[in-house]
Structure formats: structure tokens, C-alpha cells
């Protein structure tokens, strides 16, 4: 079961930022929080991943609290095309676990 | 540099008869997962491959189903005497390493008619 929690869905004005929760409460010191996103009919994307400190990217920005047990992935200035099923996902980095644990997302629509 | 690559596309075949689903990992990567998303539902984690190797089939239906990657070439997912139960999009993924940030290809949609 995955370990993270998520709202189903949410909307965003295009332009503005679209700031996406995810609870992951019983988080371990060793995992860290990885974002993914698939827009419809596609594979998934990876987006970022950390650990502990803020991360950014090209594509986006992870805030995790100070306790790590909650984390919010924003997108900046949201286009139509960010519309997607946002997954948040812990797991060990660098470990053996292989396999991608989704949950059920968050479903993000960008409107004009 | 080319993302992951699967093919077919799109796959239609009969019930009871075999489907060969192909993925070519990114340049460098050993590392190849398979997943499937079966309509209106999660993607769900099937197999992890190395070269020659299989790490993880925990995801595995037990009958039917079988993956390899072999040294060369790309990694298959069998499904033999197909049912409709198996129509759905199957995702590969690659990744340079373990417990890394995974890379998809576009999916081969199988539907079973």
C-alpha cells in the first residue's frame, strides 16, 4: 500500500502557482519523497525527488517540513499542459527496492 | 539522447493468442521495471530486470506471464493465451541504478478482443 496521502483532486488557474500537498507521516529516516506525474494516456514523468532540504528543478519545487512528514510539490506558473495525476511516493534512495509504489494521486486541472 | 522506447504502440490481439510487448531502455540504463494500468485503475508494478536477470517478479501474474532482458536487445513481456482481463496499458521504465529515479516510455496500449 502505498504510504503517502494525497487530496483526489484540485484546480488551478493557469499562470498562477499550483501548490500540491502530500502526507507522508510514517516517512523513514532513510526515504525520500519522489514526485511523478502522468498526463493523460501518457508514461509517467518523473518530476524531482529529496530528501530533507528544498529541492528545484527546471520543472518544479518540493518543499518538505522540517519533520518530513508532509511535503508540497509546486509548479510555478501552471500551463494548460500541466494538467495530469500528480503521485507523490516515498522510498529508499539508492536501495534495493525496485519497484514504484503508486497511489491514486492527486488529479490537477489547470483552467484557462 | 532517446527516451525509453516501447513497441508496439497499440496492440489488438485475439483471446488465446500471444502478445510480445518490446522496451529499449534509455542509453546506459540496466535497469528496466514493467507496470501495468488496467483501465481506470493505478499503475501497478509487475517486474524489475537487470541484464540477463530477473531481480523482482513480485508483480507477476503467476501463469501466463513471463519477462526477460537479455544481453542483448530489448527486454519482452510475454503474456501467452491472452484473456480480456489483460487489456490494458503496459508502462516499461529504466534507470541506471537501483532505488533511482525511473524513466518511462509511452506505454503499449493491449486490448483483447
Known amino acids: 500500500d502505498a504510504k503517502t496521502t494525497q487530496p483526489t483532486s484540485m484546480d488551478c488557474a493557469e499562470g498562477r502557482a499550483a501548490n500540491l500537498p502530500c502526507n507522508h507521516s510514517?516517512?523513514?529516516?532513510?526515504?525520500?519523497v519522489y514526485w511523478y506525474r502522468q498526463i493523460h494516456s501518457q508514461g509517467p514523468q518523473y518530476i524531482i525527488h529529496g530528501l530533507k532540504n528544498n529541492e528545484t528543478n527546471e520543472m518544479a519545487s518540493l518543499i518538505i517540513t522540517e519533520d518530513r512528514k508532509s511535503s508540497t510539490l509546486i509548479l510555478p506558473h501552471a500551463t494548460l499542459r500541466d494538467t495530469a495525476v500528480y503521485y507523490c511516493i516515498v522510498r529508499p534512495y539508492g536501495g534495493s527496492q525496485g519497484n514504484l509504489i503508486f497511489g491514486k494521486g492527486t488529479k490537477l486541472s489547470v483552467k484557462p | 539522447n532517446a527516451g525509453v522506447m516501447q513497441n508496439p504502440r497499440h496492440l489488438v490481439r485475439r483471446r488465446g493468442q500471444e502478445a510480445r510487448l518490446r522496451c529499449s531502455p534509455m542509453k546506459g540504463h540496466s535497469h528496466v521495471y514493467w507496470y501495468r494500468q488496467l483501465p481506470e485503475e493505478g499503475l501497478k508494478f509487475m517486474v524489475y530486470?537487470?541484464?540477463?536477470?530477473?531481480?523482482?517478479e513480485s508483480g507477476m501474474p503467476k501463469e501466463r506471464f513471463s519477462a526477460e532482458f537479455p544481453k542483448e536487445g530489448p527486454s519482452i513481456l510475454r503474456i501467452q493465451q491472452v484473456v480480456r482481463g489483460d487489456s490494458a496499458a503496459y508502462f516499461c521504465?529504466?534507470?541506471?541504478?537501483?532505488?533511482?529515479?525511473?524513466?518511462f516510455g509511452p506505454g503499449t496500449r493491449l486490448t483483447v478482443t
Open positions: 521504465a529504466s534507470s541506471p541504478g537501483t532505488g533511482v529515479e525511473q524513466y
Open positions: 530486470l537487470q541484464k540477463e536477470n530477473i531481480i523482482d
Open positions: 510514517t516517512i523513514s529516516g532513510n526515504e525520500y
